[in-house]
């Protein structure tokens, strides 16, 4: 699985997040704690935060 930052995310990695992708997860992890805990979410459940984090930002 190939791991993807955000190209908005500070040269010091503070605070992010990384997304990888397959055709029926996105899973989402810690960019600091790659070992530890991950998110798997279904696109559409994906789509849906996108979307409300963007209208909160």
Not at 25 to 48: M, V, Y
């Amino acid at each position: 699985m190939n791991w993807f930052k955000s190209t908005y995310s500070s040269a010091s990695g503070d605070n992010c997040i990384e997304v990888a992708t397959t055709p029926a997860t996105i899973h989402i992890r810690d960019s600091k704690d790659k070992q530890g805990p991950q998110l798997a979410l279904t696109p559409t459940t994906w789509s849906a935060f996108v979307a409300y984090a963007g209208a909160r930002g």
